[in-house]
């Protein structure tokens, strides 16, 4: 959707997620306090149609006259690539609007429960991509040139890959200058021709170099890290802990003060290779940097930026957190009569800025959005009773239910000394607006006394008996005797 710049951001690439098998034996399991997983996402509908009105951030859909589905899925993450695409500073905002007009002959409302909000996914590539280019996909460094496109290891907060294009920068934060003024190499304020007496230059190649995977790895392995780069994440726990006097086993379980410092300091042109640390920016964008908002909640009380916390970011959304959204929804597209027209109130991306810093300066980012709307639906019901010719109910009447249109079927029963005779009504058929009876009328097998069933004799006159559960029970009595 966009990309972020210090002059800040992305040009967000919005995908529609596909839920996808990644290779065991590839990702690794992440346990994260951020934990949440993932909605699965299909295509808008197909028959509505889509507009924008550029000047209002707002994206039109529209239900068609000819439009009969009984549910419309709309997987809106395509449109808000086109409506919010661009570049982003820390602190900036981007309102957008979502209008709905119904031009079929049906009416629709909002289907509870069904707005999904989530991170971008690139399982779908990455699945196809590493069975046929294996170790090529992970990203690397190398000489100034960028290699591949995923971080080694690196398991999002959803489960999924994190794509380079998507991840942290390595910045010269101060853990860093630290790890160089420590080392035999720094002599003169300088480690290699790089001053580094109270920062790191971005201007200078000689501090470029020495924040690549070899020279950076290299000195990680001088002062005990074997790991090299892929011990960045415990050097940096070892420095933080002993400035705050904790025992975290995890970047993320460090204090905030002490995360922001990791994700601080001058940038530079190689992306982050370390998993952990990637992961760690990753997350701390989706859960504490990006905040989506309406302009008021469901009682019209205005959401300043001083109103927002962080279960208004994307992460919180995905783990339930908040529902605001949710309601607003229910809300405002309650209802859709044929021939109306019904709009969200305004919402807003938001941008942190205190918290969203140098290392995610040029980092694609997007969210995905979808929601339901269900077609009001008229049912009618058919009841079918079992009934003897003096009107006597032999067995539990049965009772179904149906959309009008649909096909019923009722079927007799089989009760003990009793013979089916006739049956009154249609025992298949559509349902109505409204309930169809259908009576299924038996005799005694013996002793059926004055009863005389269909077709009538010489003697006999029709009538009617009392409604029983089921109305329009024929039977024939003799003249002298009082109708039932």
């Known amino acids: 959707m966009k990309k972020i710049v210090n002059k800040f951001v992305v ?10 098998i990644v290779p065991t034996n590839v990702l690794a399991n992440t346990i994260t306090k951020y934990a ?38 709309f997987n809106i993450v395509e449109d808000l690539m086109t409506t919010l695409e661009g570049s982003y500073v820390p602190g900036a905002n981007a309102p957008f609007k979502i209008e709905v007009i119904n031009n079929s002959d049906y009416e629709y409302h909002y289907l509870k429960d069904s707005l999904t909000i989530d991170t971008l996914t690139f399982d779908s590539e990455f699945n196809e991509e590493y069975p ?10 190398v000489n100034g040139q960028a290699l591949g496109k995923y971080i080694k290891d690196a398991v999002a907060f959803d489960g999924s890959k994190i794509r380079a294009s998507y991840s942290i920068n390595r910045t010269s934060n101060a853990a860093i200058i630290s790890l160089f003024k420590n080392s035999e190499e720094f002599v003169n304020d ?22 690549t995977d070899e020279v950076l790895g290299q000195e990680l392995i001088a002062q005990g890290y074997e790991g090299g780069i892929s011990d960045l994440n415990k050097y940096y726990l070892d420095y933080f802990n002993a400035i705050d006097g904790s025992s975290a086993t995890k970047l993320e379980d460090l204090s905030q003060t002490s995360i922001l410092k990791i994700l601080s300091g001058n940038r530079f042109q190689n992306r982050e290779t370390n998993s952990e ?3 760690l920016g990753y997350n701390w964008f989706y859960n504490e940097c990006l905040f989506i908002t309406p302009e008021s909640d469901v009682d019209g009380n205005m959401i300043t930026y001083n109103d927002l916390d962080s279960t208004y970011t ?39 800025g205190p918290k969203t810093t140098n290392v995610f300066m040029d980092m694609n980012f997007g969210f995905m959005m979808s929601f339901k709307l269900e077609r009001e639906v008229i049912y009618g019901e058919v009841v079918s009773g079992y009934v003897d ?78 409604k029983v559960m089921i109305p329009n029970i024929i039977v024939y009595k003799k003249k002298e005797e009082k109708l039932i």
Do not use: H
């Open 314 to 352: 994307i992460g919180a959304y995905m783990r339930g957190e908040n529902d605001i959204f949710e309601k607003v929804f229910q809300n405002d597209l309650g209802n859709i009569e044929s021939g109306d027209l019904k709009s969200l109130r305004s919402f807003e991306m938001y941008l942190s």
């Open 11 to 20: 040009i967000a690439m919005l995908l529609l997620a596909v839920v996808a």
């Open 36 to 73: 949440a997983s993932r909605n699965e996402y299909q295509k808008t509908t197909e028959g509505i149609e889509v507009s924008f009105n550029e000047e209002e951030s707002k994206i039109i859909y529209v239900i068609p006259e000819d439009f009969a589905g009984e549910e419309v899925y």
């Open 277 to 279: 640390v990637n992961e």
């Open 389 to 466: 010719t003096e009107g006597n109910i032999l067995a539990d009447s049965e009772i179904s239910s149906g959309i009008v249109g649909e096909e019923y079927q009722t079927e007799a029963k089989d009760i003990e000394g009793y013979k089916l005779i006739t049956v009154e009504g249609n025992e298949t058929g559509k349902y109505i607006d409204g309930t169809i009876y259908v009576t299924y009328y038996y005799d005694k097998n013996v002793g059926t006394g004055d009863v005389e069933i269909m077709p009538p004799q010489t003697g006999y006159e029709t009538s009617t008996i009392s």
């Open 190 to 211: 300088k480690y290699q021709g790089c001053s580094i007496k109270s920062n790191i230059s971005n201007g200078s190649l000689a501090c470029q170099k020495i924040m």
């Open 132 to 141: 046929l280019y294996g170790e090529e996909v992970w990203y690397q460094y």
